[in-house]
């Protein structure tokens, strides 16, 4: 039954995302300031088809812009900051999610960001290109790990979005994630609907810190929540 569940599922979310994703990138060309509105939109749809219920605790701070950290542990991470991010932004996002069709360009049209995690210099200029988006007040989301979670517990965390809030001065915005590994962890392919938690955390400031030491700060803010 779990697998007939799930496949009515996919094939209810892969209709919502093939009928209204070229309406997004039609509206990213010729009504671009519609594009964040459609992108919430998109991205709340498809949590509505998967039979999720998002339980939002916090709000998302008016100032700005941030670093938007939060765990990974599931292909629908990329669907949930959008639900709640105010104002533009963008990601980083890994180089092979460009290879999807429609996916691809809609990431694109985003200003995403891709990255190699296996050439260093090819990942220095990404955090480079999201530096200089921030200077132009975008949002930059990263997820810290670098790769979704196998186990349910936090990965442990990659430098690069460290060293970007530290060189850029930007104050980091962790936002914890409950459930979404219960729901679809990347080794099983079968869909279990459950609420899912988005918990928005206080800025942590990065001035007069060292890499490590907001490395260590936001760290501890996931393990806190039994994320280990």
Known sequence: MTYIYSIYLYLKASIFFLIFSPLMILSAIFM????YPFAQF????????????????GKFPKDGPYILMHNHSSFLDLFLLPTIIEGKYTGIVAQKNFRIPIVGSLLKKLNAIPIQRSNLNAAKHSIQLAEDLIQKGFHIAIFPEGTRTLTGKINKFKKGGFHMAVNTKTKILPIVVEGLFSIKPKNRWTIMPQPVKLIIKDPVDVLNKSVDDVLEEVEFIYLNHELK
């Open 32 to 35: 671009p300031t519609y594009l």
């Open 42 to 57: 998109l991205s709340k749809g498809i949590f509505w088809t998967f039979n999720i219920k998002r339980i939002i605790k």
